[in-house]
C-alpha cells in the first residue's frame, strides 16, 4: 500500500488547483523530519491533520478502526507562511544536494517545489491549510 502526504486547505474550493502527488514525500518522510530538525524548522509531518472526511476515507481503505471517528479532534488548520518557512529550508537544502535522499532526490525536490507552489496561493488568498496522507 502507497501512502501519499497531500495538502488540504480550508473550505470547501480554495479556487486553485491544490493537487500534489505526495508519495516521494511520504516514502522520505523520516529523512525529511530528520533535515528539517536538523536546520531548526518545524517537520512536515507536525502539519499533519484529520478531519472526519479524510479518516472516513481512511478507514474504507482499511487503514483505520471505526471507532477512530468518534474520538476524532477538530481539524488544526496551519499559517502557509509556517508552512513555506519548512519547504523552502528544505528545498534550499535539497537543491545543492538531491541525491542525499537517494535515487528519489529530484523526485521529492520537484514535490517540494509543488508545494511551496500550493502554499504559496494559499497565503494569498489568506487560506489555512494542512497535510493529510492517504493509502491506495
Given amino acids: 500500500m502507497a501512502a501519499s ?3 488540504v486547505v480550508e473550505g470547501e474550493d480554495p479556487g486553485f488547483d491544490i493537487f500534489v502527488n505526495g508519495r516521494s514525500l511520504a516514502r ?3 529523512a525529511l523530519e530528520r533535515l528539517a530538525l536538523r536546520l531548526g524548522v518545524r517537520p512536515l509531518i507536525e502539519f499533519f491533520s484529520a478531519d ?3 479518516m472516513s476515507l481512511l ?3 482499511g487503514a483505520g478502526n471505526q471507532e477512530l471517528l ?3 479532534p477538530p481539524p488544526q488548520w496551519y499559517s502557509p507562511a509556517d508552512g513555506l518557512k519548512t519547504v523552502h529550508a528544505l528545498l534550499r537544502t535539497l537543491e545543492t544536494d538531491p541525491q542525499q535522499l537517494g535515487t528519489e532526490g529530484e523526485q521529492v525536490l520537484s ?3 509543488e ?3 500550493v502554499l504559496e496561493k494559499t497565503m494569498d488568498r489568506k487560506m489555512r491549510w494542512h497535510l493529510a496522507v492517504s493509502w491506495r
Fill in 70 to 72: 468518534r474520538r476524532l
Fill in 52 to 54: 472526519e472526511n479524510s
Fill in 28 to 30: 522520505h518522510e523520516d
Fill in 111 to 113: 514535490e517540494l517545489l
Fill in 59 to 61: 478507514i474504507e481503505e
Fill in 115 to 117: 508545494y511551496a507552489h
Fill in 5 to 7: 502526504m497531500y495538502i
